[in-house]
C-alpha cells in the first residue's frame, strides 16, 4: 500500500510538471494565472507550519508548539532578524517544556 502511494505520487508529479512545459504560453501569461500561481507556495507554507504545529498523528494537540508559534509571529510581526526569531521561539519551546 505505502510503495503504491509513493509510487502514484512520483507519477502525479511527473505529469505535473511534464503538463507545464506542454501548456501554451499564453495561458502562462493569463494575469489570473500568474496572480495565483505567486500565491501557491504560500498557502502550501501555511498548511504545512499549522499541521506541523497543531498535529500529532491523527490528533489537534495545543501544545507548547503553539506558544512558540505565537512568539515566532509577534517577532516576525516586530521585524526581528531571521535568526532571533528561530531562538526566541526555541527558547519559548524549551523553556515551557522545563515547567
Known sequence: ??????IAAAVACYA???A???LPERW???RRVQRTVTLIPIGLLAALI???TFATGQ???IDVRA???L????????RAPFLVTVAAACATAALLRLL
Not at 500500500?1 to 509513493?6: G, I, N, Q, R, Y
Not at 512568539?71 to 516586530?78: D, G, P, S, Y
Open 1 to 6: 500500500m505505502t510503495w503504491a502511494a509513493v
Open 16 to 18: 505535473l510538471k511534464l
Open 20 to 22: 507545464g512545459l506542454v
Open 28 to 30: 502562462l501569461q493569463n
Open 50 to 52: 499549522a499541521t506541523g
Open 59 to 61: 490528533r489537534l494537540v
Open 67 to 69: 506558544v512558540s508559534l
Open 71 to 78: 512568539v515566532a509571529v509577534a517577532a516576525v510581526l516586530l
